[in-house]
């Protein structure tokens, strides 16, 4: 059976991706494993009695964290298959590791760190950029369903990938797919990279619009039960994305965009959709 992986570390904003996990491990048939992370010393033999104590105390609530997110996922779906560990190491590390075979990892945005100090919203970003598999970040939202998915086109590698886990998503919940194009007049970005200063912003529309033709064609015939939106709008991605998902049940965005630096795995329009996105937002790279 395929599986979901969720991190916890006990705080409100970690439960609730533990509930945001276990309605989609139902949805796709899969079991739901919880993680969390604390520093490693924990696990070593202590030569003195008093950090035996402490090292006691602090593992003891750290299988406290596991325990309430396992009776909180089986609460949300009873009789889905629920495991969970406490392990040592770096968060980020760790959690990537979890994924490799994993349908996707699940965090939430931020979370106290507990006794540990570790904070599991200080690795989202980490997670988001680096984890084989989509990352989904589950931010503070009203618990309503919309019936939408919104995905970012951008004609990408990692792009390609968010179009095709839209696709599923929207096939498996039965929503409507929103394919969101935004594009701003050219601009240089470089030395060799030069380009007019004025163009006709009908025949850039109409360049657009056939980019975002031509990137869902091939999962349009894939998914020919999903009902599909597809709109190009003029504006920075950043803004337009945040604001549709305001009225959708989950974002999805690749890694990083068209126009992207090198070796930056984590783009500029990600990493604003996991701050300002008024929905969860999944991140799916173009190894995912």
């Given at each position: 059976m395929s599986k979901i992986v969720v991190g916890v570390d006990g705080s409100e904003a970690s439960l609730r991706a533990v509930d945001w996990a276990a309605a989609e491990a139902v949805r796709r048939e899969a079991s739901l494993h919880l993680v969390y992370v604390v520093t490693p010393w924990l696990f070593d033999v202590p030569d003195d009695r008093r950090a035996a104590q402490v090292r006691k105390q602090m593992l003891d609530d750290g299988r406290r964290v596991v325990d309430v997110g396992a009776a909180r996922a089986r609460e949300a779906a009873p009789g889905l298959e629920v495991t969970g560990e406490q392990t040592g190491g770096q968060p980020a590390e760790v959690l990537i590791d979890r994924a490799r075979d994993a349908l996707m990892l699940v965090t939430g945005p931020r979370g106290t760190g507990g006794l540990t100090g570790l904070v599991l919203g200080s690795v989202a970003n980490q997670v988001a950029a680096h984890a084989p598999c989509p990352v989904v970040v589950v931010r503070p939202s009203e618990p309503s369903e919309r019936g939408e998915i919104v995905v970012g086109v951008d004609g990408s590698q990692a792009g390609a990938g968010a179009i095709g886990f839209a696709f599923e998503e929207a096939s498996v919940r039965g929503a409507r797919l929103r394919a969101l194009l935004a594009w701003t007049h050219p601009v240089s970005t470089g030395p060799g990279d030069m380009v007019p200063l004025v163009h006709d912003l009908g025949i850039l529309a109409a360049d657009e619009q056939r980019l975002l033709s031509e990137a869902l064609a091939g999962r349009r015939a894939e998914y020919p039960d999903v009902e599909v939106v597809a709109e190009t709008v003029r504006g920075r991605a950043a803004r337009v994305l945040a604001e549709a998902s305001g009225h959708?049940?989950?974002?999805?965005?690749?890694?990083?965009?068209?126009?992207?630096?090198?070796?930056?795995?984590?783009?500029?329009?990600?990493?604003?959709?996991?701050m300002r996105a008024r929905c969860p937002v999944a991140v799916v790279s173009g190894r995912s």
């Open positions: 959708a049940d989950l974002l999805v965005v690749g890694s990083r965009g068209r126009g992207g630096f090198a070796g930056l795995l984590l783009g500029s329009v990600g990493h604003a959709m996991l």
